[in-house]
C-alpha cells in the first residue's frame, strides 16, 4: 500500500492567528451540527432553537454560522469567544479529510495555517481517529436524515 505523506506525523499548534475564522478561508462557511449547536447554545446559556435563530443560516440544507462582515461571529478580538466548545469543524482543523491530500496539503493547507509544522507532533494514529470521527459524525447525519425521510414518507 503507498505511504500516507503523514506516516510519520505532523505537527500542528494553533498560533490564534484567527485565519481560519475569517472569510477567504478554504471551506468558507463553518457548518454546525446538532451536537454543535446544542453545545454553543448551552454555553451561552440560550435554547438551541434561540442559538439557530440568531446565529445560524442554511446553505444547501446544511445549517452554519452566519457570518459578520465576513468573519465568525464568535471571533472576538482575534480570538474565538467559545473556544471550549468550538464546532467540531474548527476543533479538528486542519486535519480534515479533503485536506489529507499531499498536494492540498502542500498547497493550500500549509501556506494558510502558520500552525503546521509547529508544535505538538500528532501520529498518522492520531491523525486517523480525528479524521474517523469526522466520518462517523457525518454517516450519522446521513443515518438520521434517512430515518427523517422514511418517518414522513417522502
Ligand atoms: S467558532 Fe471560533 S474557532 Fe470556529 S471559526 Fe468561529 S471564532 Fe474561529
Request: hydrophobic residues 25%.
Given at each position: 500500500?503507498?505511504k500516507k505523506f503523514y506516516q510519520d506525523g505532523i505537527?500542528f499548534?494553533?498560533?490564534?492567528?484567527?485565519?481560519?475564522?475569517?472569510?477567504?478561508?478554504?471551506?468558507?462557511?463553518?457548518?454546525?451540527?446538532?451536537?454543535?449547536?446544542?453545545?454553543?447554545?448551552?454555553?451561552?446559556?440560550?435554547?438551541?432553537?434561540?442559538?439557530?435563530?440568531?446565529?445560524?443560516?442554511?446553505?444547501?440544507?446544511?445549517?452554519?454560522?452566519?457570518?459578520?462582515?465576513?468573519?465568525?461571529?464568535?471571533?472576538?478580538?482575534?480570538?474565538?469567544?467559545?473556544?471550549?466548545?468550538?464546532?467540531?469543524?474548527?476543533?479538528?482543523?486542519?486535519f480534515?479529510?479533503?485536506n489529507m491530500?499531499k498536494?492540498?496539503w502542500?498547497?493550500?493547507?500549509?501556506?494558510?495555517?502558520?500552525?503546521?509544522?509547529?508544535?505538538?507532533?500528532y501520529t498518522i494514529?492520531e491523525i486517523k481517529?480525528?479524521l474517523?470521527?469526522?466520518?462517523?459524525?457525518?454517516?450519522?447525519?446521513?443515518?438520521?436524515?434517512?430515518?427523517?425521510?422514511?418517518?414522513?414518507?417522502?
Amino acid at each position: 500500500m503507498r505511504k500516507k505523506f503523514y506516516q510519520d506525523g505532523i505537527r500542528f499548534e494553533c498560533q490564534r492567528s484567527s485565519t481560519c475564522c475569517k472569510s477567504g478561508h478554504i471551506e468558507g462557511y463553518v457548518y454546525l451540527s446538532l451536537e454543535d449547536r446544542r453545545q454553543i447554545a448551552n454555553h451561552l446559556g440560550i435554547s438551541t432553537i434561540g442559538f439557530t435563530k440568531r446565529y445560524n443560516a442554511k446553505t444547501r440544507k446544511k445549517y452554519h454560522l452566519k457570518q459578520t462582515k465576513h468573519d465568525c461571529p464568535f471571533l472576538k478580538n482575534n480570538h474565538c469567544s467559545i473556544y471550549k466548545v468550538r464546532p467540531m469543524q474548527c476543533r479538528t482543523w486542519p486535519f480534515w479529510p479533503e485536506n489529507m491530500k499531499k498536494y492540498t496539503w502542500r498547497k493550500d493547507v500549509k501556506k494558510e495555517c502558520p500552525g503546521v509544522g509547529k508544535g505538538k507532533l500528532y501520529t498518522i494514529d492520531e491523525i486517523k481517529k480525528i479524521l474517523k470521527s469526522q466520518i462517523l459524525a457525518k454517516r450519522k447525519k446521513l443515518t438520521t436524515l434517512i430515518k427523517t425521510i422514511k418517518k414522513t414518507n417522502i
